[in-house]
């Protein structure tokens, strides 16, 4: 008699065993194969690590408190620009990079588990399809042998 089911692995599963999931880290062109890419990554994340800390929001706060005297002198439109430009653009600036970083290394963090559960599910439903073959090749079994006790041969399967 003919197996019950014939069990066909995804190809997805393949790749799983393969990969991981990509992080923010992976798509910083670090490794990219032009050189002026790669030198503009660069520098970009290095600006980036280092404009995007506390101590720059503290530095800048500092550099903007400097220009406060002299925007009070010149008038409440002169404080609203330095508001405006002076002070919210160099202090909110590294605080939203802090945020922004924050929030990426959340993302491959969320991206990572996901991944991992994905993985756990993924094996889990091969044990099911594991005990599921056993079941068949045991009713298989079951039927061979009425089949020889009583004679009678079984119903074609579908």
Do not use: C
């Amino acid at each position: 008699m003919s197996t019950l089911y014939q069990y066909m692995r995804h190809p997805r599963r393949s790749e799983l065993r393969a990969g991981r999931p990509v992080s923010s880290r992976d798509l910083r062109n670090l490794d990219h194969p032009n050189p002026v890419v790669r030198f503009n990554a660069r520098v970009g994340l290095k600006v980036t690590l280092i404009v995007g800390t506390m101590w720059s929001a503290y530095l800048f706060s500092v550099i903007a408190l400097v220009a406060l005297p002299s925007a009070i002198k010149q008038g409440v439109f002169f404080v609203v620009v330095w508001i405006s430009s002076s002070f919210l653009q160099l202090v909110l600036l590294p605080i939203i990079i802090v945020g922004q970083n924050i929030q990426a290394a959340t993302a491959d963090k969320r991206a990572e588990d996901t991944y991992k559960d994905a993985e756990a599910v993924l094996r889990e439903s091969e044990e099911i399809q594991n005990h599921l073959l056993a079941q068949d090749a045991a009713i298989t079994e079951i039927i061979e042998r009425l089949e020889r006790l009583t004679g009678l041969a079984a119903p074609p399967s579908a």
